[in-house]
């Protein structure tokens, strides 16, 4: 350890002065330094710079569990642990989750449904459970808003929109893309907050012309829309942090990017057995 950190520092200060701190002698490092590397040490410095490749396609957004599954996938063979370590050691980390945060204004007086989810997540096929939400991000004119919806079954977010206000087509578009994309079958559960947004007459028309079954969280309890609250956490540390310069329309192809390009066709996600959402719902066994 102590001739690895003179190794380490050797750029940056003598190595007289670095053998006289860390009690060795010059000799003795110049040897060590001199030693054939390791058929280990060999393999950890290519395993590394998997690593590193991973991480950067990721734009650094990984850790090392998603790390370690993506290299699995490309099949190299190697143990979380070992992952682990190594990213440890170069300084190499994924971005971490931010909590849930309520932005809904439930303050009105249209109706609003019954909550048909109660908190149960499952599903077995596409197209059953759809969850929505809105969220907002930063930019230089002031905020963008974002509505997006998620099929439960593989997480993939099917229709979204953004609009510099809240107003209620910003979730009609979203819907009308989700519909046009999907063409769901009668019975499907669409569930979300209790906004005026999903609330209003116009909303729930196009919800009801396709046969769709309306449910609602309960007021101020974001974990009633758990996977959809996880999911803006998820953008807004792997996309949104540092990027309040961006203009309104820089922010909407940052989104696009993330959503059509990274999120649904490359990310590999926990709660599918770090699949992708399209590569989840693409598997023999896993048709829609």
Same mark, same amino acid.
């Given at each position: 350890?102590?001739?690895?950190?003179?190794?380490?520092?050797?750029?940056?200060?003598?190595?007289?002065?670095?053998?006289?701190?860390?009690?060795?002698?010059?000799?003795?490092?110049?040897?060590?330094?001199?030693?054939?590397?390791?058929?280990?040490?060999?393999?950890?410095?290519?395993?590394?710079?998997?690593?590193?490749?991973?991480?950067?396609?990721?734009?650094?957004? @990984?850790?090392?569990?998603?790390?370690? /599954?993506? =290299?699995? &996938?490309? #099949? +190299?063979? $190697? *143990?979380?642990? !070992?992952?682990?370590?190594?990213?440890?050691?170069?300084?190499?980390?994924?971005?971490?989750?931010?909590?849930?945060?309520?932005?809904?204004?439930?303050?009105?007086?249209?109706?609003?449904?019954?909550?048909?989810?109660?908190?149960?997540?499952?599903?077995?096929?596409?197209?059953?459970?759809?969850?929505?939400?809105?969220?907002?991000?930063?930019?230089?004119?002031?905020?963008?808003?974002?509505?997006?919806?998620?099929?439960?079954?593989?997480?993939?977010?099917?229709?979204?929109?953004?609009?510099?206000?809240?107003?209620?087509?910003?979730?009609?578009?979203?819907?009308?893309?989700?519909?046009?994309?999907?063409?769901?079958?009668?019975?499907?559960?669409?569930?979300?907050?209790?906004?005026?947004? @999903?609330?209003?007459?116009?909303?729930? /028309?196009? =919800?009801? &012309?396709? #046969? +769709?079954? $309306? *449910?609602?969280? !309960?007021?101020?309890?974001?974990?009633?829309?758990?996977?959809?609250?996880?999911?803006?956490?998820?953008?807004?540390?792997?996309?949104?942090?540092?990027?309040?310069?961006?203009?309104?329309?820089?922010?909407?192809?940052?989104?696009?990017?993330?959503?059509?390009?990274?999120?649904?066709?490359?990310?590999?996600?926990?709660?599918?057995?770090?699949?992708?959402?399209?590569?989840?719902?693409?598997?023999?066994?896993?048709?829609?």
């Amino acid at each position: 350890m102590r001739y690895r950190f003179i190794e380490q520092c050797r750029k940056q200060f003598p190595i007289k002065a670095l053998c006289r701190m860390m009690q060795v002698s010059t000799s003795g490092y110049y040897e060590w330094r001199a030693r054939p590397e390791s058929a280990r040490k060999r393999a950890n410095r290519r395993l590394l710079l998997q690593i590193r490749a991973v991480h950067l396609r990721s734009r650094k957004r @990984y850790g090392r569990r998603r790390v370690h /599954a993506q =290299l699995r &996938q490309e #099949g +190299i063979l $190697c *143990s979380l642990g !070992r992952v682990a370590r190594l990213m440890r050691v170069a300084g190499l980390r994924g971005r971490r989750r931010r909590g849930f945060r309520t932005t809904t204004d439930s303050r009105h007086t249209l109706p609003v449904a019954p909550n048909l989810l109660a908190r149960d997540f499952s599903t077995t096929a596409a197209n059953q459970v759809w969850v929505s939400d809105i969220t907002y991000l930063p930019c230089q004119q002031g905020w963008a808003y974002l509505a997006t919806i998620m099929d439960l079954y593989n997480r993939q977010i099917v229709g979204w929109a953004m609009h510099s206000t809240l107003e209620r087509s910003l979730t009609l578009k979203a819907l009308e893309m989700a519909l046009t994309q999907r063409q769901p079958a009668p019975g499907l559960i669409h569930h979300s907050d209790r906004g005026s947004q @999903y609330a209003c007459g116009e909303y729930q /028309a196009a =919800l009801s &012309q396709r #046969g +769709i079954r $309306c *449910s609602m969280s !309960r007021k101020g309890d974001p974990w009633d829309n758990a996977p959809k609250e996880s999911f803006f956490g998820t953008l807004k540390t792997e996309l949104v942090d540092g990027w309040s310069h961006l203009s309104r329309e820089q922010a909407h192809q940052e989104v696009f990017k993330y959503i059509e390009v990274f999120y649904n066709r490359q990310r590999l996600h926990s709660a599918l057995g770090y699949q992708t959402p399209v590569g989840y719902s693409a598997a023999p066994d896993k048709a829609p």
